[in-house]
Every structure is written in structure tokens, then in C-alpha cells.
């Protein structure tokens, strides 16, 4: 049986799900919990992705997700894959580490994405690891992020979950009337007092009737569905690539000449494709000819050493 195609279109929310191969705990570790956060907030910035909620979980994570530019599939294949390759390489292991295809719900802004939020918080009270007053205390959700906005990055965008939680503010205030809208919610067992909660994980998406019939009507759902894909979503991307090559090109002041005059390995080119690869998802290959630096492969290489050169370290080591 053919795949289901994922409907992608720019702006789009979901409520995304998946879980350990055999339900295996890939999260069993902090050092594993931490490093796919780490993960998915590279992900987010390469894809220019809005986080609205996300916890991980012993063996699955959520996510609660806004895509401007369309791009859920392309970023969930770096995520995963990124993530993937990290966790074998330091453990040691090969093979499939998530349990095949990830669960992707499209999800109605406004209430829809605030019920969805709120569930992702809950989760690690449904799943018994922390009485819902020691929610706050569970380091691997976004709603631990709540109480410490300094360190949440800028495409963490938790006002949805507040504000559907009855127009309460992203303050001190307004967060502890969110812990006990949460407390209250989560006094009647794992559907709280929304019965809609034990649908938050079925279907193909959650909203509103009308919200239902325009994707079907604008979208089609059928093999078209994935036009933005298919037509015109690539060169879009590539032209959003092209304006921030145009302006790391000036910041350090190069020119289309010196590109073709410097050797491949230049560290200045290195430097613009590096950031080009935290900052996109420009492929190694477009990298490459942009910047006549050989190969994509070569990119790879060139960005690696620049990483752990700065950083001490080649991705996540500590899984453990």
C-alpha cells in the first residue's frame, strides 16, 4: 500500500508523534533526552520552524509545530536522520532507531493548537513520571521553558498554550494560572476535564468542520496535494538560500569574483557555509557549486572540522 502524502503548505501547524522502533526506550538516558533536544532546536532554526510546545518522552516525543515556509517533511527527514546517525555513531549501533514513519496531524490555530499544547504538557503527568505540581521540574518540555524564559530560544513560542488556556499572559502571573489550569485539567485522569484530549493523537486533523473541508477544498487531498512540494517550493527555498548567501557575502565582504578566485577550502567560505548550514536547509551540493568549494561531500567535511575545531566536539557525545 502507497504511502499517505503529507499535506505541506506555508503556515501550516501539526501535532507530530513518534516513537522508539518496538517502542524501545531511545530516551531512557538524559544524555539521550538532551541531545534530541538539542537536535530538534537545530532543526527548527534550519527549517524556520515555530515551536509551540514539544516534550520527550522515555520512548516517543511530541512536537506542536508551525511551518512558514511549507517545509514539515524536509525538516522532520533532518531531524530524525541527524539525530539518528548521532545516537548509532556514539553508541556503536546500526539500524532503524525511530519507529518508521512519524505521525504528522494537521491542527487548526487558535483553540485546536492551545488543546494540543496543553496535552504535550501533560504528558509527563498522564504517563505517571511527575505529580502534576512537580510538572515545572521535568527538564525535557517546553513547559519547563516556561519558567525560564532567558534561556528559550527565539523560535520557542509558548503564548498559544497560555492564552488558549483563557487569555493568561506570559508572565509570573499568568503562569501559575496556567499550572492551575493544568492541575485542574488533569484532575479527571489522562482526558482531563476535554474530552477531545484522547483524540489529540488520531486522525488527520484536528480542528474545527470548516477548517476540514477548506484543506480538503484548497488542497484536494489527493496525489496533488503535495504541489507546494512538487512546484515552485524548491525554487522559492532556493531563492531564500540565494538572499542569505547574498548577505553573509557582504558581512564579509566578498564579491561573486573573489568566490571563483579563492581556493575551495578558503576560510571564509568555510565560515559562510557553515552558517548557510545552521541557518538553512541548503543542501552540501547547492552549498558547493554556490561557493565553488568541489563537492557536496566536500562541504560535509570542511563544515565538520570547522564545528568541532570551535566547539571541542563533532555533534552530541554524551548519550548516556
Known amino acids: ?137 521535568y527538564r525535557y518540555s517546553s513547559y519547563w521553558y516556561l519558567g525560564q524564559p532567558k534561556l528559550r530560544p527565539s523560535f520557542l513560542d509558548l503564548r498559544t498554550a497560555i492564552e488558549e488556556a483563557g487569555g493568561l499572559s506570559d508572565t509570573p502571573a499568568g503562569h501559575r494560572s496556567y499550572a492551575d489550569f493544568l492541575a485542574w485539567q488533569a484532575q479527571d485522569g489522562p482526558a482531563g476535564k476535554n474530552a477531545a484530549y484522547v483524540r489529540l493523537s488520531k486522525g488527520w486533523a484536528l480542528g474545527s468542520t470548516g477548517f476540514k473541508k477548506a484543506l480538503i477544498k484548497d488542497h484536494s487531498l489527493a496525489a496533488t496535494c503535495r504541489a507546494w512540494e512538487a512546484s515552485g517550493a524548491r525554487e522559492i527555498r532556493e531563492q531564500a538560500w540565494q538572499a542569505q548567501l547574498q548577505e553573509l557575502l557582504g558581512q564579509a565582504r566578498k564579491t561573486p569574483s573573489d568566490i571563483t578566485a579563492d581556493r575551495k577550502g578558503a576560510a571564509w567560505k568555510v565560515q559562510i557555509a557553515t552558517a548557510l548550514k545552521q541557518h538553512t536547509q541548503a543542501p552540501n551540493s547547492w552549498i558547493a557549486v554556490q561557493l565553488h568549494m568541489g563537492s557536496g561531500a566536500a562541504v560535509s567535511q570542511y563544515v565538520a572540522r570547522a564545528r568541532k575545531s570551535s566547539t571541542g566536539t563533532n555533534g552530541p557525545t554524551d548519550f548516556n
Open 1 to 137: 500500500m502507497p504511502r499517505k502524502l503529507r499535506l505541506e503548505f506555508p503556515g501550516a501547524c501539526y501535532h507530530v508523534i513518534n516513537r522508539g522502533n518496538y517502542r524501545a526506550d531511545i530516551f531512557a538516558s538524559e544524555g539521550a533526552r538532551l541531545a534530541f533536544e538539542a537536535c530538534l532546536f537545530e532543526a527548527c532554526e534550519k527549517s524556520a520552524w515555530k515551536l509551540h510546545a514539544f516534550v520527550i518522552m522515555t520512548n516517543h516525543y511530541h512536537l506542536a509545530l508551525e511551518t512558514p515556509d511549507g517545509n514539515l517533511v524536509a525538516g522532520m527527514q533532518w531531524l530524525q536522520a541527524t539525530f539518528a546517525n548521532r545516537f548509532n555513531r556514539f553508541r556503536g549501533e546500526n539500524g532503524h532507531l525511530f519507529q518508521g514513519r512519524y505521525k504528522a496531524l494537521l491542527v487548526e490555530e487558535g483553540g485546536p493548537l492551545g488543546q494540543v499544547c496543553h496535552y504535550i504538557d501533560l504528558n509527563p503527568v498522564r504517563a505517571g513520571i511527575v505529580p502534576v505540581e512537580r510538572l515545572s521540574e
